[in-house]
């Protein structure tokens, strides 16, 4: 499986950013897709995931009412859209995937699949 995230960039406090992941090589449809991001001197922290084949989805509090993550199942590529950019939102964001369920395990568990990471940077 290999993913291929993009999108990233520098953005004002209040702006928005889509990012995007293409997932290749995935041989079935029952794979979680999502999002990690990881700030310097921070701890990783999961953000979103959706479920491929329900499309079944789960947010983080941070970012709840704020990102929307949706999937094409066809191109097997799933979004990110990140609205109302704060600084805290500041990051590199890293597109995974793995065989689970998009529910609070995403954010515990190790995954298998790392995508290379795109930056975002909200600026004050």
């Known amino acids: 499986v290999q993913l291929q995230a993009s999108g990233g960039g520098l953005v004002q406090t209040g702006g928005s950013l889509r990012l995007s992941c293409v997932a290749s090589?995935?041989?079935?449809?029952?794979?979680?897709i999502g999002w990690f991001r990881q700030d310097q001197g921070k701890e990783r922290e999961g953000v979103s995931c959706?479920?491929?084949?329900?499309?079944?989805?789960s947010y983080a509090e941070s970012v709840k009412g704020r990102f929307t993550i949706s999937g094409n199942n066809v191109s097997n590529t799933v979004y990110l859209q990140m609205d109302n950019l704060t600084p805290e939102d500041t990051a590199i964001y890293y597109c995974v995937a793995d065989r689970i369920y998009c529910d609070s395990s995403f954010y515990k568990v190790p995954l298998d699949f790392w995508g290379q990471g795109t930056l975002v940077t909200v600026s004050s």
């Open positions: 959706i479920l491929m084949k329900d499309g079944s989805i």
């Open positions: 090589g995935l041989t079935r449809d029952d794979y979680v």
